[in-house]
């Protein structure tokens, strides 16, 4: 279906252009687009590392000056966020009784802000997404749950929470903790991070918007899933499961709407970025597609999210899976040991005294270690997939100059 499929996309639009409908691209002949996307595909680190690095920055610097000119003509803007941050600077430097509040609002702030960030990142495309909830907010809201069990309490003095979890001096014995009182502790961040992750689902929808007002036909890359899926619709029996799926999402959110779309958003869907694209090509209202999005994934979808890992790191629960180690054959007992030992050194962290850092971890830092490789593992592939994807975007950038210069000339 590869190459094929790919064809059949070209010759549809070749039929298009033909018939006056668009004079983009149309220098280009079906072997050259064919020619240049193979082309495109091969620029990666690991094949052409000069050429990639080169077009990388080369797309740095486009879309740096194509930002300054947007900055430029919104000065407006501009000069009105650089007056707040002017005023915040001043207020932050004069001495007064408002500097703890200052303080207090801008811990709060950038630490809203660092969620929102790592949803961004864990939705937006850029070639992949970086698996925030499993590499940060899922660790984070694990941690609260074993110190909220272990503490009886949620009351982490603070500082040094959330950058470390101490246990209160003041031992609660009588109350029980309840999953409720955990999960409004990792509220905020919680639903920063699910409205990151709605930011970062707006790209498709308005890359499809853009295309359909402008009467443009994008490119086979932008759109190819979703023309894909147009074209197979004329042939069902040639539908994969994971196209019927597709079809299943497109026709929910088209033909429900604000409540298909909360659907769709509300449950782990790693079909979404599709309905965000039929959202902007059936030219849905931008609030109708946000505020559902938003709702289904900071409110409904994190509070699913977070019932999970509080109850799958719930103490007697987890303590019944780690004995469960025991039984596996023959490393049952070696592999039983670190996660007991980890457990054991996070309550004696927890209910050490302020003022005294951690206790060396010998044990445990196996597991740390690991899971530090693994952050760093995926973070390094989110970086390169970032580099392979902006130097393909600047290969594609430059054919498309080249074939406007040449459609110029004829």
């Known amino acids: ?62 879309l740096s000056v194509e930002y300054m000119i947007k900055l430029w003509n919104n000065k407006k803007i501009v000069l009105l966020i650089a007056m ?38 864990s939705s937006v495309g850029l070639g992949t997404g970086l698996h925030t909830f499993l590499l940060y907010l899922g660790p984070h809201i694990a941690s609260v749950t074993l110190a909220a069990y272990s503490c009886n309490s949620v009351e982490f003095p603070s500082p040094p929470y959330p950058d470390d979890i101490m246990c209160p001096e003041e031992e609660v014995v009588e109350k029980e903790m309840s999953i409720f009182n955990i999960m409004s502790k ?22 499809a918007r853009g295309a359909r007002l402008s009467g443009h036909d994008p490119d086979d890359e932008e759109m190819a899933e979703f023309e894909e899926l147009q074209r197979l619709k004329e042939r069902p029996e040639d539908m994969s499961f994971i196209d019927r799926a597709k079809l299943s999402v497109e026709k929910l959110v088209e033909r429900v709407g604000f409540f298909g779309i909360l659907a769709c958003a509300s449950i782990p869907n790693p079909l979404f970025d599709l309905a965000g694209i039929t959202c902007g090509h059936f030219l849905v209202p931008f609030w109708t597609f946000f505020g559902a999005t938003l709702i289904g994934k900071a409110v409904i979808k994190m509070h699913i999210q977070k ?76 970086i390169v997939s970032i580099i392979n994807s902006f130097a393909q975007s600047y290969h594609k950038r430059k054919h498309k100059s080249e074939s406007e210069k040449k459609l110029a000339q004829d």
Not at 192 to 199: F, N, P, S
Not at 308 to 332: C, D, H, K, Q, T
């Open 1 to 62: 279906m590869g190459e094929t499929s790919a064809q059949k996309r070209f010759q549809r639009k070749g039929s298009k252009q033909a018939n006056g409908s668009s004079m983009i691209s149309s220098a280009q002949t079906l072997e050259e687009k064919l020619a240049e996307k193979e082309e495109r595909e091969k620029i990666v680190l690991w094949r052409h590392p000069i050429l990639t690095v080169h077009y990388f920055l080369r797309e740095c610097g486009v």
């Open 84 to 121: 707040l941050i002017g005023g915040y600077y001043a207020a932050h430097k004069t001495p007064g009784p408002h500097q703890p509040l200052l303080q207090s609002v801008a811990k709060e702030f950038w630490w809203c802000a660092w969620w929102i960030w790592l949803g961004i990142l």
């Open 186 to 207: 990792v509220r905020l961040e919680a639903f920063m991070w699910g409205a990151g992750t709605a930011l970062g689902e707006l790209p498709p929808y308005f890359m």
């Open 307 to 382: 019932m999970f890992v509080i109850i799958a790191f719930n103490e007697s629960l987890l303590a019944r899976a780690v004995g469960l180690l025991a039984f596996v054959p023959i490393i049952g007992n070696k592999l039983e040991q670190p996660f007991k030992t980890f457990l054991k050194k996070q309550k004696q962290k927890f209910h050490r005294r302020p003022g005294t850092g951690p206790e060396s971890q010998d044990g445990a830092n196996i597991l740390a270690r690991i899971f530090e490789k693994l952050i760093l593992l995926m973070i390094t592939y989110f």
